[in-house]
């Protein structure tokens, strides 16, 4: 609760700052609805043109990377931005001063900012994930509410890991926002292969997303089997939560190791 209260402390101090130019930060909104938007309207065309997707049908399709979306919305507000500044921050001796904080500076990073541009993208998720489960015959009981809510939650853990990740990197790779980039892009990173079946794509991109940078977890498996999709392995669907375990305590110890063994690089 002390924390939640804090945090609503620095998003007001920073959405105040971001007022005093609200011009900039209403054409951001816009100019994001918009990206946003247009990505929806393309996916309408593909669907337009194929009935389905490797026997996914539009709503199938939307109703998983609307999943995806939703969680990964949720933890870019807190993530995404302190982890793609790291390099710079390491780079200028800036992250100096987060170490002199008296909370630990993973902490303070993502007090101190609020990625606001996901909104339109958290909305846009939100109505589209509703608008596509409205047409699928998904029975809900309580074992199947339960199990999504755990895979939504394991999502945002394995989303928040890789993110992490790529903010330890820094402490090694100083110049790392291209790694940034390439692995929590949605609009051209690996993280946009997560949009479609997994199916797809060739068995080494499958590999690539179930074991090395597993993001098949945030969406395609466990929807496949609320859809009641054959997987080749049907095990795959119940090992989120396994795998926002592992990948959660992985990013926790790089972190660690990386603080632990940090030396500035400032002038």
Known sequence: MYLLKMYRHFVIIYMKGKLAYHFSLVFELIANTIQIGVYFAGFMVI???????????QNEVLF????SWLTYSLSCFFFWSPMKDMGQLIRTGKFDLY???PIGPM??????QFQYTFIPRLVLSVFFWIYSMRSLAIEWTVYTVLYYAINILSSFVIFSAITIFTGAVSFWAVKSEEIVSLLTNNNHGLKNYTDYPVTIYGKGIGFLLTFIIP??????????????????????????PLIAVITGIAAYLLWNYGLRHYNSAGA
């Open 47 to 57: 669907f337009h043109n194929f009935d389905n997707i490797a026997g996914w049908t």
């Open 64 to 67: 998983m990377f609307t999943t």
């Open 99 to 101: 170490l002199t904080r």
């Open 107 to 112: 902490l303070y990073m993502v007090l101190q």
């Open 215 to 240: 993001y098949a977890f945030t969406g395609y498996y466990p929807v496949a089997s609320l859809l009641g999709k054959s997987l080749p392995h049907p095990e795959y669907a119940y090992l989120s």
